[in-house]
């Protein structure tokens, strides 16, 4: 079966701290894997994609993220956060359909 | 570029009633999506249209939801009659293909009383 983990719901960090947001998938298929933010009462946006090539994929605000096929992983990682990245970030895969994770809330306290 | 149009941004109606999301993609874009979000989860996947064709309904609840996507461009998502369930945010998305990247419109906030 195909489907998509996020397994922290909730992660308060520390302003300037790092943060990885974990994001594990199953799939029999090859799989397009993405992440989205959705800051408070704004519309989802893309932060990275991976559709194939290097593994490691850089996106906006300072986000990367590593696709791991071994581990079936694509984690989201940030050296230093802001505040202004408190949001709730969604994982995301497609392969034969589309699979949103149930969503990370990133909370950085001053 | 104008992005993902959705009207109404909110409604509330009362229980039994019908009511209707229209999505205006981004211009050029053949894929078009349906998502339900429900507080504190993910969006989930209500249709998806490629042009005018919806090619994946499974999860749309057909005995009281329906959508059509006419000449391929804009869409309409409707509910008849609603529940206190369908309380939720409908999002409309569009992409280029279904690999390339989904731009989100803003939603629309429905509350059913």
């Known amino acids: 079966a195909q489907s998509v983990t996020q397994l922290d719901s909730q992660v308060p960090v520390f302003e300037e701290a790092p943060v990885e947001l974990r994001c594990n998938y199953s799939?029999?298929?090859?799989?397009?894997l993405f992440w989205y933010v959705q800051y408070p009462n704004q519309g989802l946006q893309l932060l990275l994609k991976?559709?194939?090539?290097?593994?490691l994929v850089k996106g906006i605000n300072g986000f990367e993220a590593e696709f791991n096929k071994s581990q079936t992983s694509f984690h989201l990682r940030k050296p230093s956060v802001h505040i202004s990245d408190t949001a709730e970030y969604f994982c995301?895969?497609?392969?034969?359909?589309?699979?949103f994770g149930t969503g990370t809330s990133l909370t950085v306290i001053p | 570029e104008a992005g993902v149009v959705q009207s109404p941004r909110y409604k509330i109606i009362e229980k039994k009633q019908p009511v209707a999301f229209w999505c205006n993609p981004i211009?050029?874009?053949?894929?078009l999506y349906w998502y339900l979000q429900n507080l504190g989860q993910g969006p989930e996947l209500l249709i998806r249209?490629?042009?005018?064709?919806?090619?994946?309904d499974s999860q749309l609840p057909k005995d009281r939801f329906s959508a059509e996507r006419l000449k391929g461009v804009d869409s309409t998502l409707k509910i008849q009659p609603a529940e206190l369930g369908d309380s939720a945010v409908y999002l409309c998305?569009?992409?280029?293909?279904?690999?390339?990247?989904?731009?989100f419109g803003p939603g629309t906030r429905l509350l059913v009383l």
């Open positions: 995301v895969m497609t392969g034969n359909q589309f699979y």
């Open positions: 211009s050029g874009h053949n894929t």
């Open positions: 799939s029999s298929v090859s799989v397009y």
């Open positions: 991976y559709l194939s090539g290097s593994t």
């Open positions: 998305a569009s992409s280029l293909s279904t690999t390339e990247t989904q731009y």
């Open positions: 249209y490629e042009n005018e064709e919806a090619v994946d």
